[in-house]
C-alpha cells in the first residue's frame, strides 16, 4: 500500500539485520504506484514476520513543498503522512526552511505562517515557534526571511556555477560562504546550508583540507541524524566518507607534526 511519499509492505519472514530486502512481485504492477518489483533494500535492524516496512520515494532531506511537487510530478498524489501535513511549527523537518528568531533572547526559528505559499516569494508572514512573533517576509531593506533566504539561494546558485566551470576547489570560498550562514543567517539545517556542505567538502580534500572536509561531512550526519532519526543508505555513505577523512588526515599527522619541530 502507499500512504503520503512512503510505500508500505510487511516482511513474509522474520529478516536479520543488515539483510537484503526484494520489495514488489513479478509483474510491473504489482508493487503498484510506481514501486519497482524486486527494488533492493536492506534492513537496519532485526524484523519479525508481518513487519510494516516503509519505503519513502523521494529524499526526505527536501522542505514540505518540494517533497510535495515532487511526489505531484512523479507520482501524481499528495502526501498525507504526519511529516508532510502536521503543524510545520512542530515538524521534525521544519528547521529545513527555518531562519533565526531576531527576538531577543528568543532562540527560536521563524518559519512561513501561510504553508502553501514558498518562503522564497516573499509573500505573507513568518512566525516564530518558540515566542510566536510574526514577521514580513520581505522588507524593504531586504532583511526580513524571504530576502534572506532568496538571498541565500542566489548565493548557492552561484557557488554551484563556478564548480561546474572551475571545479570543487575553486568553488569552496563560495560554498564556505553559504555554509557559514548558519547559524546567525539560516538554521544550521536549512536545505540551503546542507546543499552546501558536500561540494564543500569535495573542494576542501581536493585543495588539501581534510580537517575541514571532515568538518563539512560531520556537519552533514548531523544534520541528518536531527531530520530523518534513523539509519539510511546516504548517512551510511556520510559516515564511510567520514572514516576515509579521519584516516586521511591521521596518516597526514606525523609529517605534519614532523615539519612543526
Known amino acids: 500500500a502507499v500512504s503520503g511519499g512512503v510505500a508500505r509492505c510487511r516482511t513474509t519472514r522474520d529478516v536479520a539485520a543488515g539483510e537484503e530486502l526484494t520489495v514488489g512481485g513479478g509483474g510491473e504492477t504489482e508493487g503498484g504506484w510506481g514501486l519497482r518489483p524486486r527494488s533492493p533494500s536492506f534492513a537496519h535492524r532485526p524484523t519479525t514476520t508481518l513487519s510494516l516496512l516503509q519505503v519513502p520515494y523521494i529524499n526526505l532531506y527536501e522542505p514540505r513543498r518540494t517533497r510535495a511537487a515532487q511526489l505531484a510530478e512523479s507520482k501524481h498524489f499528495i502526501c498525507a503522512c504526519a511529516r508532510c501535513v502536521g503543524p510545520l511549527a512542530s515538524a521534525r523537518d521544519r528547521h529545513l526552511e527555518a531562519v533565526p528568531c531576531r527576538t531577543r533572547g528568543c532562540g527560536g ?89 558536500m561540494p564543500l567538502a569535495n573542494g576542501l580534500r581536493k585543495a588539501g583540507d581534510v580537517a575541514g572536509a571532515a568538518k563539512a561531512v560531520a556537519s552533514l550526519i548531523a544534520a541528518m541524524d536531527a531530520l530523518v532519526g534513523v539509519p539510511t543508505a546516504e548517512l551510511g555513505n556520510l559516515l564511510e566518507y567520514l572514516t576515509d577523512l579521519l584516516a586521511e588526515r591521521a596518516a597526514r599527522s606525523p609529517a605534519a607534526l614532523a615539519t612543526r619541530l
Not at 167 to 190: E, I, K, Q, R, Y
Open 109 to 197: 526559528s521563524l518559519l512561513p505562517a501561510c504553508e502553501a505559499a514558498a518562503p522564497a516569494e516573499g509573500a505573507g508572514e513568518w512566525e516564530c515557534d518558540s515566542c510566536g512573533a510574526r514577521v514580513p517576509a520581505s522588507t524593504p531593506d531586504k532583511r526580513g526571511p524571504a530576502n534572506v533566504v532568496a538571498a541565500a539561494e542566489a548565493a548557492l546558485a552561484a557557488a554551484m556555477a563556478t564548480l561546474h566551470t572551475k571545479g570543487s576547489a575553486a568553488a569552496a570560498p563560495a560554498l564556505a560562504a553559504v555554509a557559514g550562514l548558519a547559524p546567525a543567517t539560516l538554521h544550521p539545517h536549512h536545505v540551503l546550508v546542507f546543499d552546501s556542505l
